[in-house]
């Protein structure tokens, strides 16, 4: 039955069935690998045929295939149990692993959680890569009217592009707006999105109920029909099915609801939910009754198959000068239309919106994810140590093992298979705690509107991202113990503790502080200088008097009162509010300062042309404002429609125009722009100088004029009111109070303050969340020195006993231990200087009135690191001076 | 590494019950003889016309199985004169073993005589 005994080199068959045991786990191969090999030979030999040669192999193959991946999974389960049982063993290390990794990657996915909603995410609609907006190169650099924060184009422009570009198989213009709906005079605004043109066909959206609105680009007004969201339909209309008799009363027009928007859809703005889509229509269905000057669409394209979105520029850059062309706006000079006509269009992506919360805090958040990254990479330098510490104490176990035949690998196997399970479970805590901490995150961004509607998720991103981070931080924490097991000697650990692996721990460790010093001392600095620069923000004097200030909007299209009456009906109103009890002073604004709002035009006086901003303000403003004027005077009541034009203009437009010269007596000329025809004032006072639309930049040259010579009023007024009463008090009386002259006008208001310190909300909370990470860095930074310390006395017990012994004092023990501390602090001081000097480049933009290389934050954050780095060495190095040289000496 | 014993609390014969196919046959071909790894698969093949071929891998993961259980016991390598003499390991019954594949024999046997009483099988004449 099987061939003479005799020994062989094995056949090639056997060879290759050994190479394939390696699929196996080591120790299942080590144990019955050449026991396996046997049986195979003897089978492959007693298989005389080539079919039964091929049912050997075929049997021995899925064999393999089905056992070795079992073996594996066994393997894993074992050393599982294995590494529970020692966990439960030592709960003290295990509780503090979880606690710093659930800490550590909850807060790093939390931040991961808000960027992936607010910039990652993709528009939630068909092939959304293909999507383009198209834009202005360079904005429109404040030509014109820009109506809102999206506007790019205007509606000619638009018009003339729709017909003549290529690239796009679809296109459309969108717009947000406001709509008042209820009944006068109590009515409240919803989000709206007007529409021109095919969105939905273009984004592939089909409705969720009922059907879409027109996609005719030429639909004359009024509007007839409009669809609501799905939010708006189940909170306003409780989900009903949609009658035709279904109708939404929107700023005095009764359109007919004809369908609901998809769940997913929330508008191309993230963050900025709409509750109605309405067709953008064409007053009197004439198209060139549109204002060419009047930017206030965006222009969203889906690219021609096969097109890119470098080709489709390219189209969009030939088109340009012929479609400027057709669409330039009359009523400006040379240098205006000059440059309108030097407009080039580009397409750009659009695959995952826009957004004016991601413009704002996008870097604001990648940061964060920096600073927490930074927290968890030094708190896993922490967990090695610790880990390094438990690995000493398990030499006798991990010496005996090896010298039973255990072999490295399945070591190193161990020590990962339980961090990997801390790691695993840390991440699940961390994932749970960050669903409350992404939340937390957006409420810190709430403002008196609340907070951004934006929809946090846990989706493939997120869970790849902290999938990663704790990958990442397993191998961080773990691979320190694995190197160190390879450096253990089956005997030498069983006899006395070898000094080369103390030396090796002791080098790590070492290692491993002077980067945690560093680390911690760029967070510090940074959060030094974002708490400063938060600081200055909030205590920075623009100027401008913020608080008790309460803004008022009068409504004068509801009101009906006629254009030609507005201006006169103004003045009464004010007087009216004037009157209000608490009210001390009231005047009237065409732009509110501070809240990022600009009017400018361009102006001559003398030879000097350049431009400046212009408000028309009521008398009652430089009072209200708290703005001093330095020479001449203010504007009164007696400024008027008919009398002499006259501006009050602010010191840096002296500077710019008349050379610091008092500009007095002189006149200044705007250019004419449409509705603005080129008008002459002359300069009557000077204010001093203010921030004009934002705490940060140089103050710009700013002209006032009087209302009363506000040559294109408008159907809203602003009144800027002062009062020793809260907003709420000011808006309940002036609202009566009106009310008895006007019945029916339209009054909201806002408390200027609060608006202000809103637009802060991204600096307080950076400087909130970079206060707290530099506590934490510092504190981690601490425990570390600590740590090591600490361990290098405890190493050093013997030799310390023997300088005792022979007469050394206290303080040159102490020096001795802490010479060392104080070279790693130094070391990682000066690493992290050049890092956060690096890195201060970074957040420039971000901080207000204060440069990131403050010399005084540089050295008061380092000097408050290294005070208590060496405070924390101090006190194990006490302990150092404390040891019984005959007791060191006998425990050896 | 030490080796791994997952043997059941209640080392009673029964609480193994039933075998897995491979392994009755296993604890089958032990019972007369010692025997190794090929061995046992032959004696397998044979007492099964050929039915049951146990592949390297199925043989030795059910070893391993066995030899945590206890049901087997592992010998001194020693050559085999019948197979050119090479040193294989050899295994045998642990009597905790004997005890399973009787038991399990017996639960066959009354499987057998339960089929026989309700007409499935002819009875023994």
Redesign the interface.
């Known amino acids: 039955m ?6 062989r080199r094995p056949s090639r068959a056997v060879r290759v ?1 050994r190479a394939l045991l390696a699929l196996y786990p080591g ?2 191969r080590d ?2 690998g050449r ?6 030979a ?2 492959h030999r007693a298989a005389s045929t080539f079919v039964e040669r091929l049912l050997v192999w075929t ?2 193959l ?3 295939a ?3 991946p ?2 594996h999974v066994q393997m894993l389960l ?1 050393d599982l149990r294995y590494a529970v049982r020692a966990l439960r063993k030592d709960k003290t290390f295990a509780l503090t692993v979880l606690v710093t990794l659930a800490l550590g990657i909850g807060a790093n996915t939390a931040i991961f959680q808000l960027i992936e909603a607010v910039a990652l995410r993709n528009l939630p609609v068909a092939a959304p890569d293909r999507l383009a907006q198209v834009r202005i190169a360079g904005g429109n650099r404040g030509f014109g009217i820009t109506t809102s924060y999206y506007a790019q184009l205007t509606r000619p422009v638009w018009l003339e592009l729709r017909r003549q570009q290529k690239a796009f198989s679809g296109i459309f213009a969108w717009t947000q707006g406001q709509g008042r709906v209820g009944d006068l005079p109590e009515v409240r605004n919803i989000a709206t999105l007007y529409v021109s043109g095919d969105m939905f066909g273009t984004l592939g959206l089909t409705p969720w109920k009922g059907t879409t609105i027109t996609a005719d680009t030429q639909v004359p007004c009024p509007n007839r029909t409009a669809m609501v969201s799905h939010g708006y339909w189940m909170r306003e209309m409780g989900g009903r099915e949609l009658r035709a008799s279904e109708r939404l009363r929107i700023n005095g027009e009764e359109l007919q609801i004809v369908g609901v928007t998809p769940p997913s859809f929330t508008g191309l703005a993230v963050g900025e939910p709409f509750d109605a889509v309405i067709p953008l229509c064409l007053p009197h269905g004439d198209e060139a009754a549109l204002r060419r000057e009047l930017f206030d669409v965006a222009v969203v394209g889906r690219l021609r198959p096969g097109w890119t979105l470098q080709q489709a520029t390219a189209h969009l850059d030939a088109l340009s000068t012929g479609l400027f062309e057709a669409t330039v706006p009359t009523g400006y000079d040379a240098s205006g239309t000059k440059l309108y006509k030097g407009y080039r269009l580009e397409a750009a992506s659009m695959q995952s919106g826009v957004g004016a919360v991601r413009d704002r805090y996008d870097k604001a958040l990648w940061l964060l994810l920096g600073m927490t990254g930074l927290v968890l990479l030094m708190a896993s330098a922490n967990l090695a140590n610790l880990l390094l510490a438990r690995a000493a104490a398990r030499d006798g176990e991990v010496a005996i ?1 090896l010298a ?4 490295r690998p ?1 070591l190193a196997r161990q020590f990962l298979v339980e961090c990997g399970l801390l790691a695993v479970v840390g991440a699940g805590l961390g994932m749970v705690l960050a669903q409350g901490l992404s939340r937390l995150l957006l409420w810190g961004l709430s403002t008196t509107a609340g907070a951004p509607a934006i929809a946090l998720r846990v989706d493939w991103r997120v869970l790849a991202f902290t999938g990663a981070v704790s990958v990442a931080t397993c191998l961080l924490f773990g691979l320190a113990p694995i190197a160190r097991t390879s450096r253990i000697q089956a005997r030498g650990a069983l006899g006395t503790r070898g000094a080369s692996q103390d030396r090796g721990r002791a080098a790590i460790q070492r290692v491993l502080v002077s980067v945690q010093t560093a680390l911690s001392l760029v967070l510090v600095l940074g959060a030094l200088l974002f708490v400063r620069s938060f600081h200055r923000l909030t205590t920075f004097d623009p100027g401008l008097r913020r608080d008790g200030i309460t803004v008022l909007m009068l409504g004068y299209e509801e009101a009906q009162i006629p254009r030609e009456r507005r201006s006169e009906a103004q003045r009464a109103f004010v007087a009216a509010i004037k009157t209000v009890p608490g009210v001390i002073d009231a005047g009237t604004t065409t732009n509110i300062p501070l809240l990022g709002g600009s009017w400018g035009h361009g102006v001559t006086l003398g030879s000097v042309e350049n431009g400046a901003n212009f408000t028309w303000i009521g008398p009652g403003y430089f009072p209200v404002m708290g703005l001093r004027i330095v020479e001449g005077r203010g504007l009164t009541l007696d400024d008027r429609r008919e009398s002499l034009k006259v501006a009050v203009v602010n010191q840096a437009f002296a500077r710019t125009f008349t050379g610091g010269a008092s500009p007095i007596g002189r006149t200044l000329r705007t250019h004419p722009e449409p509705e603005y025809p080129a008008t002459d004032y002359v300069i009557v006072g000077v204010t001093a100088d203010t921030k004009y639309n934002s705490f940060q930049g140089e103050t710009p040259a700013m002209v006032y004029c009087p209302d009363s010579q506000f040559p294109a009023i408008g159907a809203w007024a602003t009144v800027m009111t002062r009062s020793d009463l809260p907003s709420e008090t000011v808006l309940r009386s002036a609202k009566a109070k009106l009310r008895q002259i006007q019945p029916g006008m339209v009054v909201d208001s806002f408390d200027f303050g609060q608006a202000v310190r809103d637009g802060f909300v991204g600096q307080r909370l950076m400087a909130m969340l970079a206060g707290f990470f530099g506590i934490i860095a510092g504190l981690v930074a601490v425990v570390g020195m600590y740590g090591m310390v600490a361990y290098a006395v405890e190493r050093r017990r013997r030799e310390l006993g023997v300088r005792t012994a022979l007469g050394a004092e206290r303080w040159q023990l102490i020096g001795m231990v802490m010479r060392q501390a104080v070279t790693l602090v130094l070391v990682g001081l000066a690493l992290g200087a050049a890092l956060a000097l690096v890195g201060g480049r970074v957040i420039k933009s971000m901080l207000f009135e204060i440069q990131p290389n403050d010399p005084w934050i540089l050295g008061g954050g380092a000097a408050i690191l290294a005070a208590s780095a060496l405070l924390a060495s101090y006190v194990p190095a006490r302990r150092a001076a404390r040891v019984d040289p005959l007791e060191a000496l006998r425990q050896e | 590494m030490s080796p791994r014993r997952t043997v059941p609390d209640d080392d009673t014969p029964e609480s193994f019950l039933p075998l897995p196919r491979d392994t009755f046959h296993i604890l089958v071909s032990l019972a007369d003889r010692d025997r190794h790894g090929y061995s046992v698969m032959l004696d397998v093949a044979e007492r099964t016309g050929n039915a049951l071929r146990l592949s390297p891998s199925s043989l030795y993961a059910a070893i391993k199985r066995l030899l945590a259980q206890g049901l087997i016991a592992e010998l001194a390598e020693r050559p085999d004169p019948e197979h050119d003499d090479e040193r294989r390991r050899y295994y045998q019954l642990t009597p905790l073993g004997r005890r399973v594949a009787k038991a399990e024999a017996r639960r066959l046997e009354q499987l057998l005589a339960d089929a026989r009483a309700t007409g499935l099988l002819p009875r023994r004449g």
């Open positions: 099987t061939p003479p005994a005799g020994r069935f120790e299942f144990e019955y026991e396996m090999a046997f049986v195979f003897d089978r049997e021995a899925w064999g393999l089905t056992q070795a079992k073996e074992h093992r039973l035949g255990g072999s399945a």
